[in-house]
């Protein structure tokens, strides 16, 4: 490992249970080590606020091709694996269907929904809140968006979690699993938009049909690759950021009852444990150019990884960044990334997010854990196997 201070830093334990329950002194451990740390194999960890800006501000040096993530897709998935120039034409497509004032239409559905699940479990002693909300929540919206039953929630969910969490034990036989569910994504959202064509309607799968610029429509292929991304990147990671809240609010009484007490606090409690949590602790990209970075040297070729997490957590960009604090005044989190890559979807996302914390707050005010309840955060994407809580105090 190349970069002063690197071989203090056991990166192995990354990936590790523990490390993803709490990662923030492993975050500790990269920014002291070195801004940007080299490994061997050509993997590079990029873990500041500054050197992690630096690279969202490049993507002509640092891509986010599919070299970047093999997702088993044909295709790059747009607008995530789109680089510019090209970049720039499919954001102007789909930045409009996915703007703040088309998001908060949504409200009055999403909330509903999250009564439709609460209604299920909040006249029992407790639940788990990961299979009876924190999972079908974003898939439920995610079908409502696009115009599909809910009935849909399971097909949804298997194609999710063969990209995401393939079976098998080795990486070649995931590899198989991945690519397998690739193909069953592709013919589904093809079939779909086939009866799109012949019965339109008022459904984000129309929009993407029907939008255009400068003359310019999307193709069923460009189609089907940004209904790809969207299945992936807004399922599980909304999930598992839901999975990151309630469990920090089941064990902080305190803050947990900011929420109840307060709901006009719950945009800024989304944004700061959006910084605090970042549920997607890391993105990658690769290196097209050779480029010093941070001191060190960076090669064409070299895979690098976007610690956001780190990022989120840097003294140099907020006060106090170990705490969390409600009433921050000035929150420049990166849990949605940065610069031409930032999430197509955040705005979206951040509906979920208030709605959901408003809504079950109204029904539940008060939780905890289950007593003896070990909670298994997965590495990369934070999400929870199983979130037992208990109502009541």
Known sequence: MDGAGSEDVDLMSLMGPEVSADPRPMYQALRDATPVLRLDGGMVIVSTRATVEEVFRSPDVFSSNMSAADLGNIRPLIPLQIDPP??????????????????AKLEPEIAALAHRLIDRFVDEPGCDLVSTFTIPLPSEVFLT????????????L????????????????????RKATAASIYEYFGEILEKRRVDPRD??????LTAEVDGRQLTGDEIADICFLLMIAGLDTVTATLDCFFSYLARTPGHRRRVVDDPDTIPAVVEELLRFETPVAGVPRIAVKDIELGGVQVSDGDQVMVVLGAANTDDAEFAHAQAVDFGRETNRHLAFGGGVHRCLGSHLARLELRVALREFHSRIPSYHLAPGAELEYSPGIRSLTSLPLVFGD
């Open 86 to 103: 090209d970049h720039v034409l499919y954001r102007r497509l789909l930045d409009p269907l996915f703007a703040p004032r088309q998001m």
């Open 145 to 156: 968006m696009f115009g599909l039953p809910l009935e849909e929630l399971d097909t949804f």
């Open 158 to 177: 298997t194609m999710k979690d063969g990209i995401i969490r393939p079976a098998g034990e080795t990486m070649a036989e995931q590899d198989v699993v």
């Open 203 to 208: 459904d984000l799968l129309t929009g993407f």
